[in-house]
């Protein structure tokens, strides 16, 4: 018995740990000090009638209010709950990344802290599940939220079908069911700018499902995400799983290319056969040439994303890093952090 305190850091493999458990609920947590208590009540009573062995595993992504109390308060009450704490925060792709890979049971669920999905809603996907997918989404039915949200994430979902090619169900959502063997398949990956849903749906292609649940209010506090964190997210999926926009750079610099030999050739004609002043002929330059470098800085960035993102996976740095962990069972192997 007892807990570890010290500094971590994820391995790029896992592997598997003894005596698994039936079902891993995995809830991130950044300053959710109002949500937990409430959160945990009706989840642990949830499990409880559902009846498989069960873990709650909590992930502090560096919460600055009282959740880190609340969560050792809830670990030593309750032998089912495991808590992992971050040094730091790392966003809550990492925080679903340390998830997975701290896990134990052949299922996992994961599951927002703000209480927007109702935990009474986990026997639905898990049932589902246990059918022989790899992956059973919660997409929302009546979903709530400003319009400017709501019109965020349909769009966001849209274009990142269209341009990838990969659907992804509700991928706003962070209600999913996976089975073990595709939790395993997934710790393989490590990207530093990580987007998990657009991973589960490119893994799952084609073995995935989906069930209806309800969409509340948040039950406290506010959305972590801000416009642009939400920006971020899509460049990750973008930029992971295509190279499109890299293309695209080359695509419309072909006809741009046409379009200045035609421009200098109009130019030098009318300025030799008098049609144009000479300040005239000067302006028009200049802004021919403002043009296209803003489509050569704008193709730069583009590859720059790319060169930056490979910059970070060579550096090699670790993804997350791990301050604590409070469980019950004391194997070495998860309380120093090798999965």
């Given at each position: 018995m007892g807990e570890d305190t010290r500094a971590t850091t994820h391995e790029t493999q896992a592997g598997p740990t003894p005596a698994p458990l039936a079902l891993s609920v995995i809830i991130p947590v950044y300053n959710e000090e109002?949500?937990?208590?409430?959160l945990y009540g009706r989840l642990s009573k949830t499990l409880r009638e559902?009846?498989?062995?069960?873990?709650?595993?909590?992930?502090?992504?560096?919460?600055?209010?009282q959740s880190a109390a609340i969560l050792r308060r809830l670990y030593e009450s309750d032998s089912s709950v495991r808590v992992v704490r971050f040094a730091r925060n790392f966003g809550q792709q990492m925080a679903w990344s340390a998830g997975l890979r701290y896990a134990r049971g052949e299922m996992i669920v994961q599951l927002d802290?703000?209480?927007?999905?109702?935990?009474?809603?986990i026997p639905k996907l898990v049932d589902k599940l246990r059918e022989g997918y790899d992956v059973v989404y919660g997409v929302r039915s009546g979903r709530v939220g400003s319009l400017v949200r709501r019109a965020g994430s349909?769009?966001?979902?849209?274009?990142?079908?269209?341009?990838?090619?990969?659907?992804?169900?509700?991928?706003?959502?962070?209600?999913?069911?996976?089975?073990?063997?595709?939790?395993?398949?997934?710790?393989?990956?490590?990207?530093?700018?990580?987007?998990?849903?657009?991973?589960?749906?490119?893994?799952?292609?084609?073995?995935?499902?989906?069930?209806?649940?309800?969409?509340?209010?948040?039950?406290?506090?506010?959305?972590?995400?801000?416009?642009?964190?939400?920006?971020?997210?899509t460049l990750n999926?973008?930029?992971?799983?295509?190279?499109?926009?890299?293309?695209?750079?080359?695509?419309?610099?072909?006809?741009?290319?046409?379009?200045?030999?035609?421009?200098?050739v109009w130019l030098i004609s009318a300025y030799a056969l008098?049609?144009?002043?000479?300040?005239?002929?000067?302006?028009?330059?200049?802004?021919?040439?403002?043009?296209?470098?803003a489509v050569q800085?704008?193709?730069?960035?583009?590859?720059?994303?790319?060169?930056?993102?490979?910059?970070?996976e060579v550096r090699d740095q670790p993804s997350f890093v791990v301050r604590e962990i409070l469980e019950h069972d004391s194997r070495a192997d998860i309380k120093t952090g090798r999965v």
């Open positions: 109002g949500n937990l208590d409430h559902y009846g498989l062995s069960h873990e709650i595993l909590f992930v502090d992504d560096g919460s600055t209010d802290a703000d209480l927007q999905t109702a935990p009474e809603e349909w769009l966001m979902s849209n274009l990142l079908y269209r341009v990838t090619g990969i659907d992804i169900p509700d991928s706003a959502s962070g209600f999913t069911a996976l089975d073990r063997r595709f939790v395993n398949t997934i710790n393989l990956y490590n990207e530093k700018s990580r987007y998990l849903n657009g991973l589960l749906a490119w893994l799952s292609y084609g073995r995935w499902s989906a069930v209806p649940v309800a969409h509340m209010e948040r039950n406290a506090g506010e959305s972590k995400y801000t416009i642009p964190q939400l920006v971020a997210l999926f973008v930029c992971n799983f295509t190279v499109m926009p890299l293309r695209f750079a080359s695509y419309l610099g072909w006809p741009l290319l046409g379009l200045s030999i035609l421009a200098l008098g049609f144009l002043a000479e300040n005239g002929s000067i302006w028009i330059l200049v802004a021919t040439l403002s043009f296209f470098s800085l704008i193709g730069l960035g583009i590859l720059g994303e790319y060169v930056g993102r490979m910059y970070r």
